[in-house]
């Protein structure tokens, strides 16, 4: 996201070196980083039946013999979760692992060899932590490392980690064997609402591709901080790869907050605000967050699929059947610039583009 680029950040402490030195029954944490909303809002952990998040099968969607029961699967997990796990994605196991075992290594550098891919000021491309607006904002607990990875030309290898030395080549392997997978959902998702698929497709096929690698370290006191705030993600849609075994992504849904299990070797799919709008809120972009584990770091990648910069996005007239518009027309940069700036957040940002019904 070229915005990301643009956006200067205030400087705040790195989450990891904080946790190391603080992690023990007799330290404070940091006024900043206590969130009471972590552990005052309920969360529902049960993971059966209709409480758990759909799990679609691209396979199926891709064999015709299975391809319209699936599509009526995907459809809903659009309409009423906003999030789904794909299984059989189609991406080596080999090339996940490599990027996972990369990031486990990356990350566990000591702080100083980390900063030669540091975030420099005006730009929350690189090595550091998520956009930061005023001194009294309440601070994630996390790090994390952001790079454009597509379209090629656009990188920055100044933020390209040359450690370890397969790093770069992962993010590439793992960027060019999802290349085609969003799209491809895009497709299904327009055929499972009745709408002509290169409708959607056009929008996102051939823009920017920026990832986003979270670092959770652990806290002691893991019930009073939060890794990564309630938001939505502002493009089309993202594939969120977990990278080790520790879960901790949250979803809302009805009010409540959901923990997800993510299943090893599931892309784990969502909307983002982008589609929310083209769709005239038939697929839902869903307010999110990460939950900090006491004892183990987490860490995780989001794949986030942008527009075009210049896109005016607005309810698409296929989706607009009943005749009524629901949202406000806005550009990406202004949606972009709200989302890494505004105080709104959670689905707050979206609701105030929702027209009066
Ligand atoms: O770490 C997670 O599970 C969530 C990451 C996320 O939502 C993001 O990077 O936008
Ligand atoms: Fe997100």
Redesign the pocket.
Same mark, same amino acid.
């Given at each position: 996201m070229a915005e990301a680029r643009t956006i200067g950040s205030l400087p705040v402490p790195n989450a990891q070196e904080l946790a190391g030195n603080c992690n023990g029954p007799d330290e404070q944490i940091r006024e900043r980083y206590i969130r009471p909303e972590a552990s005052s809002e309920e969360v529902i952990n049960n993971d059966h039946g209709n409480m758990s998040i759909p799990i679609i099968d691209l396979n199926k969607l891709l064999s015709p013999q299975s391809s319209e029961e699936e599509c009526v699967k995907l459809r809903s997990a659009c309409q009423y979760w906003g999030f789904f796990q794909l299984i059989n994605h189609g991406v080596p196991d080999e090339v996940i692992a490599n990027l996972r075992n990369n990031l486990v290594e990356f990350f566990s550098q000591p702080l100083d060899a980390k900063k030669e891919c540091s975030q420099l000021p005006n730009s929350l491309e690189g090595y550091g932590q998520g956009f930061v607006g005023s001194n009294d904002q309440k601070l994630d607990w996390a790090d994390m490392l952001y790079l454009q990875v597509q379209p090629s030309d656009s990188r920055d290898l100044r933020f390209w980690p040359t450690y370890p030395a397969s790093f770069r080549h992962s993010i590439e392997a793992y960027s060019s064997e999802t290349e085609n997978i969003a799209l491809c959902l895009l497709q299904f998702m327009a055929k499972a609402v009745g709408v002509e698929p290169k409708s959607l497709l056009s929008i996102f096929e051939g823009q920017a591709r920026g990832m986003?690698m979270?670092y959770?370290p652990p806290c002691w006191q893991a019930d009073k901080v939060l890794? *990564?705030s309630p #938001?939505t993600?502002p493009g089309g849609l993202?594939l *969120?790869l977990?990278v080790n075994d520790v879960q901790? *992504?949250q979803i809302k849904r009805d009010g409540k907050w959901f923990f997800v299990n993510a299943m090893n070797g599931a892309l784990l799919v969502n909307i983002g605000d982008t589609l929310e709008i083209l769709s005239n809120g038939k697929f839902r972009s869903v307010e #999110?967050r990460?939950v900090i584990h006491p004892s183990r770091e987490?860490i995780?990648a989001?794949l986030?699929h942008h527009p075009c910069q210049n896109l005016v996005i607005s309810p698409l007239p296929d989706f607009v059947k009943d005749g009524k518009v629901h949202y406000r027309t806005i550009s990406y940069r202004d949606l972009l610039t709200e989302y890494f700036t505004a105080e709104l957040d959670g689905r707050n940002r979206l609701e105030k583009m929702k027209l009066e019904p």
């Open positions: 986003r979270n959770y890794g *990564l #938001h993600d993202t *969120l977990q901790g *992504l #999110h990460a987490r995780s989001a986030f």
